[in-house]
């Protein structure tokens, strides 16, 4: 049987792998290309979404593809029918699926017994198509990203581990600081350490706000509570309360820094409606690449970036 590529963890590419696919989203953003007609994309989706949903599929309307959506409650995936046995008969059908699931290792079942590529298209640990949008967003707006300052503030979730890993594998210099309790994983910061070593820029892990975005060029926050968390949230928004992305702690940043927020946006907890608002924000920039990264990720997994006119 064929072994598909497929996208489960921002780690399984390299640094030359995504600017390439940075540099062929470009590309796609430039001029749509249908290099995949009569391709068929299945939306297997356990959680909710906006972004995600309407970005695919108007990712695979430009590459002049079909989308199918999957609705949790049709499929059932690992309760009404096994995961390796959804995996398989979806294979039958589609050329390309991406699932939006809880556990990574949901994710990593079901690739196991795909005959065809699989994406990844959020789940509790990683969120790589949303860290390739925003290091698209970034490169717009900075230009090469080598030696440019990321901070990131707020909990070490699934959006922060992709975007470090994904962010020092281009030289970047990248800052985090989470409250004692909600740092990234161990290996997520062993990657993202790496990674910055191996491409001359620069990962540091802090407890302290002001000193992860001392003199930072751009700033990313996300929410406090994620989806399933929810019981948690009271409890998260007192750890969290000296982690807001507020005008006090933007004015420790390079002057104009960009703001970042992959969204949903809590306004009032972890960003306040003047910074949100502000200028340098980039923060529906980042929505809008959601489409373009994403068509790169299908173009490239099923063959078709050869395709591309540059």
Known sequence: MHTPRHLLSSADLSSDEIAYLLDLAAALKRRPQKVLAGKHLALLFEKASLRTRVSFEIAMDHLGAFTMYLDPREVGLGEREAIRDVSRVLARYVDIVAVRTYGQSIIEEYARFSSIPVINALTDEEHPCQALADLLTLREHMGDLRGRSLAFV?????????????????????????????????????????????????????????????????????????????????????????????????????????????????????????????????????????????????????????????
């Open 154 to 310: 707020g909990d070490g979730n699934n959006v922060s581990t992709s975007l470090v890993i994904t962010a020092t594998a281009l030289g970047m210099d990248v800052r985090i600081a989470s409250p004692p309790g909600y740092q990234l994983p161990e290996w997520a910061v062993a990657e993202a350490s790496a990674r910055a070593a191996a491409s001359g820029g620069s990962f540091r892990a802090t407890t302290d706000p002001v000193d992860a975005v001392r003199g930072a060029e751009a700033l990313y926050t996300d929410v406090w509570t994620s989806m399933g968390q929810e019981r948690e949230a009271e409890r998260r928004k007192i750890d969290f309360a000296a982690y807001q992305l507020n005008a006090a702690l933007v004015a420790h940043a390079k002057p104009g820094a960009f703001i970042m927020h992959d969204l949903p946006a809590h306004r009032g907890e972890e960003i306040t409606d003047d910074v949100f608002e502000s200028p340098s924000s980039i923060i529906f920039d980042q929505a809008e690449n959601r489409v373009w990264a994403q068509a790169a990720v299908v173009a490239f997994l099923l063959g078709a970036d050869g395709q591309v006119e540059r």
